[in-house]
């Protein structure tokens, strides 16, 4: 077994990502992708290019997988798995905590060590400061090729559940949705009267990112479970968003996605928490 050559299976827009900043970061790598002809600039830049999955296999004691779905990676896998046998498997495709955890009992029935990783950036920040990846599972596998996994952005192990990196990664993706769905609601709303989104954006950036220097002071609250309102109470928020509901249907905008939160409000001050502070919003979620 070669276990300083690592090979990247998947060549979409993060793979090839991932691959060309292993090789720039001098890493004897070797890709293959099920689509032929991917491999183009990272075998032009010094990658080796595997004609199937075994041969990538093969060649290489660490796989790092980059594929579509949790689907996606059995298909590609389950036929190489007496290959994989005393390798380390690194899976940086989106799967949910679960499917992460299932890959982890599968690869332990195999002989396999088995790495989940949740990776926080889109393709061109990999390899710069602004990337990072979050791992669980086999701490020996993060530990032994943690310099390796440097070059991909910030890694950062949370701990031996394999499925503990994809539930910080999706919890972390459902905050950055519901913030761009947030910011499509109120582009909405002033387009309504001629406003451009990107004259909208201009003022919501400061406006978000100052709003998110709250959120430690909710976290405070929350972990401290006293919901007891020290300023703006859910009776006020009920006001508050009832007035955006209301502006909304004005402005000729679909309610969609601010009449779940009006609800959960609602829902609260209907069953007596209205002197509480908004932060208790989580009880209702939990
Ligand atoms: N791109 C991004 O911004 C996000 C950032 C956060 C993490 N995600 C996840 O990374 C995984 C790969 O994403 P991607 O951007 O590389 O995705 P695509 O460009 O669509 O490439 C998909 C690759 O998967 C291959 N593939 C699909 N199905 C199969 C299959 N049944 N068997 C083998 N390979 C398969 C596909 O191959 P081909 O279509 O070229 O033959 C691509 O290599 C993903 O989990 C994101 O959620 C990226």
């Known amino acids: ?86 390798k380390q498997l690194i899976n940086l495709t989106s799967t949910t905590p679960e499917e992460s955890r299932e890959f982890a009992v599968w690869a332990a029935s195999h002989g396999i060590e088995f790495l989940d990783g949740g990776i926080m950036a889109i393709p061109p920040m990999i390899g710069t400061q602004a990337s990072s990846i979050l791992y669980s599972g086999a701490r020996a596998v993060f530990d032994e090729h943690q310099g390796v996994l440097e070059l991909l952005g910030a890694a950062e192990f949370l701990g031996e559940d394999a499925g503990v990196a994809a539930l910080y990664d999706f919890s972390l993706l459902s905050a950055m949705y519901l913030m761009f769905a947030g910011f499509f609601h109120g582009a909405a709303m002033v387009g309504s009267a001629g406003v451009s989104a990107q004259e909208f954006a201009r003022r919501a950036v400061p406006w978000v990112t100052a709003m998110a220097q709250g959120l430690p002071e909710y976290a405070r609250v929350i972990d401290s479970g006293d919901y007891r309102a020290q300023v703006q109470h859910l009776e006020f928020q009920k006001a508050a968003f009832d007035a955006i509901v209301r502006a909304s249907r004005d402005a000729g905008v679909a309610t969609d996605l601010v009449a779940p939160v009006a609800e959960l409000i609602d829902r609260q001050v209907r069953n007596g928490h209205g002197a509480m502070a908004f932060e208790r919003t989580i009880e209702e979620l939990r």
Do not use: F, Y
């Open 1 to 86: 077994m070669t276990n300083n050559q690592v090979s990247v299976l998947g060549l979409g827009a993060m793979g090839r990502a991932l691959a060309a900043a292993l090789v720039k970061g001098g890493v004897a790598t070797t890709v293959w992708n099920r689509t032929a002809g991917r491999d183009g600039e990272l075998v032009a830049a010094g990658a080796v290019g595997a004609g199937s999955v075994v041969e990538a296999v093969r060649g290489s004691g660490v796989v790092i997988s980059v594929l579509l779905d949790h689907k996606s990676v059995h298909e590609t896998l389950d036929p190489v798995v007496a290959e994989l046998r005393g």
